[in-house]
């Protein structure tokens, strides 16, 4: 029964690093295309002032938004461990949250569903009101917004499945 155990929470910890293994690559992936699209829209600038009356003050814009973009890249290249923390944290702790309420709640899935999506809501809330800024750009700000968003979701879903899969094969 305790080498069970043992092989259970290695297998946990593959888990946990395959997740955020993919969960990078993923996010990178996104990452890297939305700043190609920076590149590709920084080559069209000239031919957008000449082509609308207020294109100088919409590049000026860009530009600025295009700035604080790259520096963002920047400060991931430096500090990105940060973000696999983070995630790796995310999975732990919606993991623990899982075992937890379905070892002392009890009750139906559904109700268990709700309580870790309300749990799930705040955190998220939370990471968003955090990175406002670099979110907050009018061209492609979304796009990263959403590359985010999409890395928090998987991370959660990856936990809950673990959580739930440690709840009925170990206790």
């Known amino acids: 029964m305790i080498a069970q155990k043992i092989i259970f929470l290695i297998v946990l910890t593959l888990a946990v690093t395959g997740a955020q293994f993919l969960v990078r690559k993923l996010v990178g992936k996104l990452n890297h295309d939305i700043l190609g699209t ?8 000239p031919e957008f002032n000449k082509k609308y009356k207020n294109g100088q003050e919409m590049a000026k814009a860009f530009l600025k938004e295009s ?11 430096t500090v990105g461990y940060i973000t696999i923390l983070i995630g790796s944290f995310e999975i ?50 979304r796009a990263y917004f959403y590359t985010f968003l999409l890395g928090s979701i998987i991370n959660i879903i990856t936990a809950v499945v673990i959580g739930y899969a440690f709840f009925v094969l170990i206790l």
Request: charged share 15%.
């Open 67 to 77: 700035y604080n973009f790259e520096l963002i890249q920047k400060k991931k290249d």
């Open 38 to 45: 920076f590149q590709n829209l920084k080559e069209y600038l």
């Open 92 to 141: 732990l702790f919606f993991g623990a949250l899982t075992i937890l309420l379905l070892r002392y709640l009890g009750g139906s899935v559904l109700s268990i569903f709700r309580e870790i999506t309300i749990f799930a809501g705040g955190w998220i809330a939370l990471k968003i009101f955090g990175g406002y800024q670099q979110w907050s750009g009018a061209v492609l700000g």
